[in-house]
């Protein structure tokens, strides 16, 4: 690895831009990444920017149950955010589906089976710490070239 | 020295590329962190601005179906380019641009070139978000750019010539305290920030005009950003601020006045909340219009 590339996976690390995706969510994990950018918890100490559009995004956190109808969506959006990319579960839902699982409408798979998924954040919802973490995580994965896209296809390296 | 090295020089060390980029990042950071602790936070570190270009730099490249890939890529170099070209005409010192005819008319017209590709990138990426961005930023430029034009045709005026030493070296009168004035007016529009940042409300249409844009042209649209953030800041400085005989002493002047410039200017736009387009337009063509005429009517009076 020599120097230039070394101080891109720092430098992923740094700079983490994450981008929220609710496929079908109460809402509630939604709010708890709302603190994460309040004085209280400062995302941005850790180089974490909110961005609404999955093309400026490295990381994506995804929250809510999988309906029939977000499982396109999130495979669009997941396929339309660049490489490398981290996927960050919120919650119980993507896991299993928590409370909802059996629903007629709900996909009752975890969200493994739609895309890879790095980082589980269990809860319901979880905390804004715990969030934090996941998404420290990632970052860290992003930089050891280790999240599962990025073990999946080599060319979305920089080698 | 060889004509053609001097601009070479200017174009690629000092006053561009090379010094110009970190200094962009070290306003970024200097902005980022200010705002952050006026709202109570800790900020990000200090290398962040970097780490961000960085990081775009290794990421993949996503052209949206249906775009044209050529005009595409060329929007970003052109805009870093150009605002690059624009500060190395700016008379620094030790810059080693001999001064020229009518540079003033030149670096103008380049200073808009960044703002055009701004346009042309949220046309051509196909998305309806970037569109919106890129009308309101195509409006927003008409407005604010009758207080940011007068206020150095105005200082030309004054000094009798358009050469950018002329303006430099103009004796210090009432004229250099109206056109400042009229030209920090503008200077948040120029800058996209509160409360003139409603071609990139993040809230109301997801991003700015590159929402479509990602890794390398997105970094290259940021590093324009910066250092279109060091080209205002210091062709206020160079034209606004009185120079001493003595170079470096006008070096520490000039950046110290840029920072101030840009600590006053985040004050506002962390202060105040998103003016509306019409509310925005009416601000420039009232308030900056006013301040214009006065500007004007003083460079006559004399």
């Known amino acids: 690895m020599n120097l230039i590339e070394r101080v891109v996976a720092i430098s992923r690390r740094r700079s983490p831009w994450i981008c929220r995706l609710n496929a079908g969510s109460c809402n509630g994990c939604d709010i708890e990444i709302t603190p994460l950018l309040s004085p209280r918890y400062d995302a941005e100490q850790l180089g974490v920017e909110l961005h609404g559009t999955p093309k400026h995004a490295d990381i994506v956190l995804i929250s809510g149950t999988l309906t029939l109808r977000s499982r396109e969506a999130i495979l669009d959006i997941y396929a339309q955010v660049p490489n490398p990319k981290a996927v960050v579960a919120l919650g119980s839902c993507p896991a299993s589906g928590n409370v909802f699982a059996g629903s007629p409408l709900v996909l009752s798979e975890s969200l493994d089976s739609v895309v890879p998924v790095d980082v589980w954040v269990p809860g319901c919802p979880p905390r804004p710490q715990a969030i934090l973490d996941g998404i420290a995580r990632a970052a860290r994965l992003l930089e050891d070239g280790a999240t599962k896209s990025q073990l999946q296809n080599w060319q979305g390296r920089l080698s | ?302």
């Open chain 2, 1 to 302: 020295m060889n004509t053609v090295w001097s601009y070479l020089i200017a174009f690629a060390v000092w006053p561009g590329l090379l010094f110009a980029a970190p200094l962009g990042w070290l306003e970024l950071w200097f902005m980022r962190k200010l705002v952050a602790r006026l709202q109570g936070r800790r900020g990000p570190p200090f290398f962040q601005p970097f780490f961000d270009f960085m990081k775009l730099l290794g990421k993949q490249t996503v052209i949206p179906r249906g775009v044209s890939r050529g005009i595409f890529l060329a929007l970003p170099l052109v805009s870093v380019g150009a605002v690059t070209a624009a500060l190395a005409i700016v008379p620094l010192p030790g810059n080693p641009v001999p001064s020229l005819p009518g540079d003033v008319v030149l670096l103008l017209y380049l200073m808009e070139v960044p703002v055009l590709c701004e346009v042309l990138a949220g046309y051509v990426s196909r998305s309806i978000y970037g569109q919106v961005a890129a009308m309101r930023e195509a409006l927003l430029s008409l407005a604010y750019n009758l207080p940011f034009l007068v206020a150095i045709i105005a200082m030309a005026q004054e000094a009798g010539s358009f050469r950018m030493s002329a303006l430099q070296a103009a004796p210090y009168g009432i004229v250099h305290l109206l056109a400042g004035v009229t030209f920090l007016l503008a200077l948040p529009a120029r800058m996209k920030l509160n409360p003139f940042s409603i071609a990139n409300a993040e809230h109301e249409i997801v991003a700015d005009s590159h929402i479509e844009y990602s890794g390398p042209p997105l970094a290259l649209f940021k590093l324009s950003h910066a250092v279109e953030l060091v080209l205002l800041t210091e062709l206020f400085a160079v034209v606004f601020i009185p120079a001493t005989p003595w170079p470096l002493v006008n070096l520490l002047v000039y950046l110290a006045a840029g920072i101030l410039v840009l600590g006053g200017v985040t004050l506002l736009a962390t202060a105040t909340a998103r003016l509306r387009l019409a509310q925005a337009f009416r601000f420039y063509w009232v308030w900056g219009g006013i301040a214009s005429a006065v500007t004007m009517a003083a460079t006559l009076v004399r």
